[in-house]
Nanobody, 123 residues
């Protein structure tokens, strides 16, 4: 069965860093774009970043540009989100999701989702 599992979330102080991982099983990530989304309580699910399944090009939301870096290792069937200079407004549940070939800002289009990992940025 196709599955995505996120890990790496936790509690961090403002200005700190976390690295999230997204591991795929039951299918190969080759040819899939992988997006990271986040959702805080009472708020919409928003796109954070995405990496293309065709050429590996990254996309970032303006709110995280320059602070977050997305990468992939197809040999390990994993995608990562390095988060630096974290802010309290980054607090959310973070999800990875897979869609064939190209990224989409519309989370309804993604085929597979992980269960989410909690990121809390607080002093």
């Amino acid at each position: 069965q196709a599955q995505l599992v996120e890990s790496g979330g936790g509690l961090v102080q403002p200005g700190g860093s976390l690295r999230l991982s997204c591991a795929a099983s039951g299918f190969g990530l080759d040819n899939y774009a992988i997006g990271w989304f986040r959702q805080a309580p009472g708020k919409e699910r928003d796109g954070v970043s995405c990496i293309s399944g065709t050429d590996g090009s990254p996309i970032y939301a303006e709110s995280v540009k320059g602070r977050f870096t997305i990468s992939r290792d197809n040999m390990k069937n994993m995608v990562y989100l390095q988060m630096n200079s974290l802010k309290p407004e980054d607090t959310a549940t973070y999800y990875c999701a897979a869609i064939l070939y190209t990224c989409s800002s519309n989370w309804d289009r993604y085929d597979y989702w992980g269960q989410g990992t909690q990121v809390t940025v607080s002093s």
